[in-house]
């Protein structure tokens, strides 16, 4: 067994932190977008950094019971504060109780405000021998710059969807159903595991791929079509609730007020993971209908030859920007449901 098994994708990430288990730098900022598995990969390499080949010390340290493991999350929603960055730099001088050393995870790093990176500073600058950090964020911007440059960048991009339905495969899925989840999940495996046993994948999609049959000349009907946009999410959400209950119940009245707040953070991240993927595959029309007016292959197999040239290739790529500019909007948190009924408006008018 290594580390890593049963991660979907990233082969070549994997390989580099392999090779890191054995000389680690004092400092790690993994940054990539959403959903595509770094909080995953960062905590399995933090227990392979603190266990080695021990499976049971492995196995308290990946779920976030290791002594050396200190887990760093916001308070609340709001952010990781300049108390909780004191406290970590207090804590990273004291001798690791099990392990060789002790190992700060910061899963949800984009959310340290800047009084708390600049408390950290000075001990990213002078760590103690003993110390190692991991910053999971989803751009380097999100932190001040000298905190970013005082660590090794490990960067996370969107996985081919060849990769993820293989790796759904080797889970245990059904094959249909891992290229439906890969479909949807847009590069995304942390996406495509909490959607790959969703029997309403093959729903979702096909409603973001109708809209451009569906939209029509009056604003009230745009607003109808983003609320059925809205509601095609929830049952995608359902097995990702279903696991958050089970935790819950799991502690009883022992589960702290963080563990619902980060619930909260990650069924958000996952709902806006959601509403992109649903713009792109309704990108993804436009750029078929281009193709096949020009002859080239299409990703859309399953929609028919008469939609895709319904209207001019000019058109459908002005209709694919109008997606990626709402895309944007959703990107600075615009709400999604008006962000949807103005799109549906714009290409209704542009018809």
């Not at 392999?18 to 399995?44: H, M, W």
């Not at 093959?202 to 109808?224: C, T």
């Not at 619902?260 to 996952?270: E, P, V």
């Amino acid at each position: 067994m290594t580390p890593f098994d049963g991660v979907v994708g990233h082969r070549s990430v994997i390989a580099l932190l392999e090779d890191e288990i054995a000389r680690p730098a004092q400092g790690y900022l993994f940054v990539g977008p959403s959903n595509v598995g770094k909080s995953t990969i960062a905590r399995r390499f933090a227990a392979a950094l603190l266990c080695g080949d021990d499976q049971g010390c492995f196995g308290r340290a990946v779920n976030g019971r290791h002594p050396d493991l200190v887990l760093v999350e916001p308070e609340g929603r709001a952010s990781i504060t300049v108390d909780q960055a004191r406290s970590v730099v207090s804590q990273a001088s004291l001798t690791p109780l099990e392990a060789d050393r002790k190992v700060f995870l910061f899963e949800e790093g984009g959310m340290m405000n800047d009084e708390a990176a600049n408390a950290l500073l000075k001990t990213l600058e002078e760590p103690a021998p003993s110390s190692l950090f991991i910053i999971v964020a989803e751009t380097e911007d999100q932190l001040p710059e000298t905190v970013a440059s005082r660590c090794r960048t490990v960067v996370f991009g969107r996985v081919g969807e060849d990769e993820v339905t293989a790796g759904l495969v080797d889970l245990g899925i059904d094959e249909e159903q891992a290229q439906e989840a890969a479909g949807i999940a847009g590069g995304r495996p942390g996406l495509a595991v909490a959607l790959a046993t969703n029997q309403e994948v093959a729903e979702f999609r096909r409603l973001w791929l109708s809209v451009p049959l569906r939209i029509g000349e009056y604003p009230g009907e745009a607003f109808l079509l983003a609320q059925e946009a809205m509601e095609a999410t929830e049952p995608l959400l359902v097995a990702l609730k279903d696991r958050q209950d089970q935790q819950r119940d799991l502690l009883g009245e022992d589960a702290p007020r963080s563990l619902r707040d980060r619930q909260t953070r990650d069924l958000k991240r996952a709902t806006d993971a959601l509403h992109v993927t649903g713009l792109e595959i309704l990108a993804s029309y436009y750029r078929d209908v281009a193709a096949a007016q020009f002859g080239s292959a299409v990703r859309n197999t399953d929609v028919p030859v008469a939609a895709l040239s319904s209207v001019s290739p000019r058109q459908a790529i002005a209709s694919a920007g109008l997606v990626l500019d709402a895309i944007d909007a959703l990107n600075a948190n615009q709400r999604p449901q008006l962000a949807f009924a103005n799109l549906f408006a714009q290409l209704s008018a542009d018809a």
